[in-house]
C-alpha cells in the first residue's frame, strides 16, 4: 500500500522555480502532519518544511525562509512545496513523509511513512 506519492523534481536553472507535489492517501492526509525533507550526497537528511494536518500551522529551516513555500490542497489531498530562487545549494533527493504531532515536525525520528524521493538539481 502506497500511501504518499513525490513529483514535481527536475532540472532547473540557478534563479529558478520548480514545485513539488506530494499525494497522500486520505487517512494520512486527515490525521498527519507532512513534512518535506532532502538528502544531498554524502549528508545527513534534513527538514525543509512542514505543515500541520489542518494546514493551519508551518514551519521552515532557516535556510529555505522566504523562498519556499508549503501548502496542502485538501481537497486533492496533496502537499506542495513551491520552490523559488533556487541555489545549486538546493540540490538534493526531496522526500515527503507523514508524523503525527506538528510540534515534532523537525524530528525526523517522528516521522511514520516516506515517499520514494523526488531529484531536484539546480545547476546551469
Known amino acids: 500500500q502506497v500511501l504518499l506519492v513525490e513529483s514535481g523534481g527536475g532540472l532547473v536553472q540557478p534563479g529558478g522555480s520548480l514545485r513539488l507535489s506530494c499525494a497522500a492517501s486520505?487517512?494520512?492526509?486527515?490525521?498527519?502532519?507532512i513534512g518535506w525533507f532532502r538528502q544531498a550526497p554524502g549528508k545527513e537528511r534534513e527538514v525543509v518544511a512542514c505543515i500541520s494536518s489542518s494546514g493551519g500551522s508551518t514551519h521552515y529551516d532557516d535556510s529555505v525562509k522566504g523562498r519556499f513555500t508549503i501548502s496542502k490542497d485538501n481537497t486533492k489531498i496533496t502537499v506542495y512545496l513551491q520552490m523559488s530562487s533556487l541555489k545549486p545549494e538546493d540540490t538534493a533527493v526531496y522526500y515527503c513523509?507523514?508524523?503525527?504531532?506538528?510540534?515534532?515536525?523537525?524530528?525526523?525520528?517522528?516521522?511514520?511513512?516516506w515517499g520514494q524521493g523526488t531529484q531536484v538539481t539546480v545547476s546551469s
Open positions: 513523509a507523514a508524523g503525527l504531532l506538528f510540534s515534532r515536525c523537525v524530528h525526523i525520528e517522528d516521522y511514520d511513512y
Open positions: 486520505g487517512f494520512i492526509a486527515d490525521h498527519y502532519m
